[in-house]
C-alpha cells in the first residue's frame, strides 16, 4: 500500500477536485443535473476506481509476481479507466474549483509566457495524427525487454509507466469519444479506421509475446516462485492472450457501435425529406382529375 501512495494521492486529488467543481456548477445553474450529466459523473468515477483497481489491491500485488497480471494493470488502465474518464467529461469540473486568480495566472502563463512555449507546442498532440502517434510510441516503447523491466524494478518508474498510460490513452480516446467542450475532429466512419489503426499496434505485440520460443522479460523469467506454478513463456504467452483478447474489446465494441451509428446517419442522408415529396401533377392529355374541378362539377350534375 505504501508504494501506490502517489497514485493514489492523484486519483482522489482529481476526484475531490470534480466533486467540488460539479457541486458549485448545480449551484450556479439552479437546477438539478440530468440524466445525462448523471450518466458522464458515473463515468468518470467509474473511471477513477478502474485507475484505483489497478495500482492498488490484488492486480498490483501480484504484478511483480506474474506477467499476466502485470498485463491486466495495462489494459485496466489503457482499455477502461482511460474510455471511461473521457466520457466522463470532467475537464471544467476540475477547472472550476481552482482559485480565480490561480486559474487567471496559469492561463496568462500558457497564453504568453515564454517558458511556456514547449508546453504550448504539445497542443499539437490534441490532434488525431500526433495524439495516434504518441499513443503508440508510448506502448512499443513500455514494452522493450529493458523499459518494462526497469518499470519493474522501481516504483517510481512503475508509477510514470502507469501515468503515461493513461495520459496517452485519454489523447487518444478524446478523438472518438464525445468529451465536451473538446471538439472532435473526425467523421464517424473515421473513428473506426482511428481505433482500428490503434488497435493494430496492440495487436502486433500481444503476436510477438504469444509466439516467441522464450521468455523475452527477464524479470519476470527469474522470479524463483511464480502463482500457480506455470513457467515463465506460459506467462508470457497468456499475457499476450490478454492483451490481444480482453485488452481488445473496448475498442471492438466502439468499432461496431460506430459502424451502427454510421450506417444510421447514411439511410438518413439517403431519404428526402418530406416536404420534398410532392403529389405526381396530372396528365396533360387526359381529363382533369374529379376531384380538381371542386363545387364546378357538382353544379353541372345538379
Known amino acids: 500500500m505504501p508504494e501506490a501512495v502517489l497514485p493514489l494521492a492523484l486519483i482522489s486529488l482529481f476526484g475531490g477536485l470534480y466533486a467540488l467543481g460539479e457541486r458549485r456548477a448545480v449551484r450556479l445553474v439552479g437546477r438539478a443535473r440530468s440524466g445525462r450529466e448523471r450518466l458522464r459523473s458515473a463515468c468518470f468515477y467509474g473511471g477513477l476506481l478502474v485507475s484505483a483497481g489497478a495500482v492498488v ?11 499476466w497480471v502485470h498485463m491486466v494493470q495495462h489494459v485496466m488502465l489503457l482499455a477502461i479507466a482511460a474510455p471511461l474518464i473521457v466520457l466522463g467529461a470532467p475537464w471544467l469540473s476540475i477547472w472550476r474549483p481552482l ?8 492561463a496568462k502563463a500558457i497564453a504568453r509566457a515564454p517558458w511556456c512555449a514547449p508546453l504550448r507546442a504539445l497542443g499539437i498532440l490534441g490532434r488525431p495524427i500526433p495524439a495516434w502517434i504518441a499513443f503508440s510510441t508510448d506502448i512499443v516503447a513500455w514494452h522493450v525487454p529493458a523499459a518494462y523491466d526497469l518499470a519493474a524494478r522501481h516504483q517510481g518508474i512503475h508509477d510514470l509507466e502507469h501515468l503515461s498510460f493513461v495520459i496517452f490513452g485519454i489523447l487518444l480516446w478524446a478523438q472518438v469519444l464525445h468529451s465536451p467542450p473538446l471538439r472532435i475532429r473526425l467523421s464517424d466512419i473515421h473513428r473506426v479506421y482511428y481505433i482500428v489503426a490503434a488497435s493494430v499496434v496492440s495487436w502486433l505485440i500481444s503476436l510477438v509475446l504469444i509466439f516467441s520460443s522464450t521468455p523475452l522479460y527477464p524479470f519476470y523469467a527469474h522470479v524463483a516462485h511464480r502463482p500457480g506454478g506455470i513457467s515463465a513463456l506460459a506467462d508470457q504467452q497468456l499475457a499476450g492472450g490478454i492483451m490481444l483478447g480482453p485488452g481488445s474489446v473496448p475498442m471492438t465494441l466502439f468499432v461496431f457501435a460506430q459502424i451502427y451509428v454510421w450506417l444510421g446517419a447514411g439511410e438518413q442522408r439517403e431519404q428526402p425529406p418530406r416536404s420534398a415529396v410532392r403529389p405526381r401533377p396530372a396528365p396533360l392529355d387526359g381529363p382533369p382529375p374529379r376531384e380538381l374541378l371542386g363545387s364546378g362539377v357538382a353544379a353541372n350534375e345538379r
Open 57 to 67: 489491491g490484488p492486480v498490483d500485488s501480484y504484478a511483480d509476481r506474474l506477467f
Open 99 to 106: 482559485p480565480l486568480g490561480f486559474r487567471r495566472a496559469v
